[in-house]
C-alpha cells in the first residue's frame, strides 16, 4: 500500500511544513513539541468571531498546554484564562493576563488556593459543592473580603464523549444538581462574605455534537431566569469548553453553529458567555516530533521503536487515544506497524497498527495534534526528562523550553 508522506504532511496553517519540522530538530534534537502560534491566532480568532455579536470573554484553558510563551501570545490576543490550581492561576498572572480575567475551576481547592485567589481578586470562583460554598465563604470572612462566585451545575446530559473525559452526568464528580445549587445560591445571595456573580456549566471535552451542548445551556439558561427573579444578579453565563477538534475523521462542530446554538439558548439574559476553549484553540496547533531508534519482527508483528515515549505523549496509552503519524520520508509502500517508545510499560505506545514505510535509525515520525494534553501531561516516568518545546510564528522558530537534563531532574531531592 502507499503511504502519504512528507510531500502530503497535513499543515497546521502552513508553517510547520516538513522543511520546518527538520530544521527544529536539526536545532533542538528530538523527542520534541512544535507548535504553531498563527495557527493559534486563527482558532482563537474564529471563536472570538463567532460569539462577536454579544459580550464575551475568551477564557483560555491552562490544563491544556501552559507554556508561559502561548499564554504571553494568548494574552496578545486578548484571552483570559481558566485555571484549576493555584499554579495555573500564577502561570496566567505571569503571562500577563490581568486577574479580572482569570477565573478558578476544581473539584479540590485547598484553603491556601482559596484564600490567595481571593486576595488575588480573580474574577470568580467556580464552586463545585455546598460544602466548598462554606469553605470559601469562611475563608473569605476571615480575611474581610466577599468572595465573587459562580456555580458549576451539573445538567445531566451525555456529552457522547470518552467516559474519561466525561463530566456533564451526575456520576461524575464535578459540578451539583440543578436543586442543590439553586440552594447554594439563595445561601449566597444571603451571605455578607459572598457574592454570586455567574453560573457554570461544562459537560466534557472533545465533544463533536452540538445537541448536548445545546440542551445542557437551555437548561442552566432556564434555572438562570429563575434565579434573576430571585433578585440574584447573574452577570455571567460560562458555557464550559471543550470542543472537540480532527484526530482522525472526526466532523467537528462548526464555531459558528456553537455560539448560534447558545445565543439562542441564553435569549432574554443581558449575560457575558464566558467560553473555555482548550484543545480546541492549541490541539491542531502542535506536533510531537520523534526519531527512530530502529525496527523489530517479532514473528509477523513489527514494531518501529522511537525516542519518544508514553512519559512525553501519554494520551494513547491512557485514553487508547489516536494521533496521526506521518513519517517525513519519501513515498514507499507501506505495512503496519506498532510505534513504541523506551519506557519499561507494555503500555508504552504512541500508535498501533498504522501503514507506514520501512524506517531506519535516523529517520523521524511527526504524531500529529499533539499541541493539547501532550507536555502538560508529560511525566518524568523512568527518570526521562521531558523534552523541548519550539514555537513558530511567520515562519521563525523559537525555544520556549529547554530540554531537561538529569541535574533538573534530581535538583529538589536530598540525600
Given at each position: ?6 510531500k ?16 527544529a ?64 492561576i ?113 459537560i ?9 451542548i ?17 433578585k ?7 458555557i ?37 476553549p ?65 519506557v ?28 493539547a ?32 537534563n ?10
Amino acid at each position: 500500500m502507499k503511504n502519504t508522506n512528507a510531500k502530503n504532511l497535513p499543515r497546521l496553517n502552513g508553517n510547520l511544513e516538513p522543511q520546518i519540522l527538520k530544521e527544529a530538530i536539526k536545532q533542538f534534537k528530538t523527542p520534541l513539541f512544535v507548535y504553531d502560534l498563527d495557527r493559534i491566532t486563527k482558532r482563537y480568532n474564529e471563536l472570538k468571531e463567532a460569539f462577536g455579536g454579544r459580550k464575551n470573554l475568551i477564557c483560555y484553558a491552562l490544563k491544556a498546554n501552559s507554556n508561559l510563551n502561548i499564554l504571553k501570545h494568548l494574552h496578545s490576543l486578548e484571552s483570559g484564562a481558566d485555571c484549576v490550581s493555584l499554579g495555573e492561576i500564577k502561570r496566567a498572572l505571569k503571562a500577563g493576563i490581568p486577574s479580572y480575567k482569570i477565573i478558578y475551576s476544581g473539584v479540590g481547592k485547598q484553603d491556601l488556593e482559596i484564600q490567595e485567589a481571593i486576595n488575588l481578586g480573580i474574577l470568580f470562583i467556580n464552586v463545585e459543592s455546598f460544602e466548598e460554598l462554606l469553605r470559601i465563604e469562611l475563608i473569605a470572612k476571615q480575611l474581610n473580603k466577599t468572595a465573587r462566585i459562580s456555580i458549576r451545575v451539573n445538567p445531566n446530559i451525555d456529552p457522547q464523549t470518552h467516559p474519561y473525559i466525561s463530566t456533564g452526568l451526575q456520576e461524575n464528580k464535578f459540578g451539583v444538581s440543578i436543586e442543590d445549587a439553586k440552594a447554594m445560591y439563595i445561601h449566597s445571595k444571603n451571605s455578607q462574605s459572598l457574592e454570586p456573580i455567574g453560573i457554570h456549566f461544562h459537560i466534557g471535552s472533545q465533544l463533536t455534537k452540538l445537541q448536548p451542548i445545546e440542551e445542557s445551556a437551555r437548561k442552566i439558561a432556564s434555572l438562570t431566569h429563575s434565579l434573576i427573579a430571585l433578585k440574584i444578579d447573574i452577570k455571567f453565563f460560562d458555557i464550559g469548553g471543550g470542543l472537540g477538534i480532527t484526530y482522525n475523521d472526526e466532523e467537528t462542530i462548526n464555531p459558528y453553529d456553537y455560539a448560534q446554538a447558545i445565543l439562542d439558548s441564553i435569549r432574554g439574559l443581558d449575560v457575558t458567555i464566558i467560553c473555555e476553549p482548550g484543545r480546541y484553540i492549541v490541539g491542531n496547533s502542535g506536533v510531537f516530533l520523534t526519531q527512530v531508534l530502529y525496527e523489530k519482527n517479532n514473528s509477523n508483528k513489527r514494531f518501529t521503536i522511537v525516542d519518544g515515549a508514553m512519559n512525553d505523549l501519554i494520551r494513547p496509552s491512557l485514553y487508547n487515544a489516536y494521533h496521526k503519524v506521518v513519517a517525513l520520508k519519501d513515498l514507499e509502500e507501506t505495512s503496519a506497524t506498532d510505534v513504541v517508545g523506551p519506557v519499561c510499560e507494555s503500555g508504552d505506545y504512541l500508535a498501533k497498527n498504522v501503514l507506514l514505510p520501512k524506517l531506519e535509525h535516523g529517520d523521524i515520525l511527526a504524531i500529529l495534534s499533539a499541541g493539547a494534553y501532550g507536555f502538560s501531561m508529560s511525566s518524568n516516568y523512568n527518570t526521562r526528562g521531558r523534552c523541548a518545546e519550539i514555537a513558530v510564528k511567520n515562519g521563525e522558530i523559537k525555544l520556549i523550553r529547554k530540554r531537561e537534563n538529569f541535574e533538573d531532574l534530581i535538583r529538589l531531592e536530598e540525600i
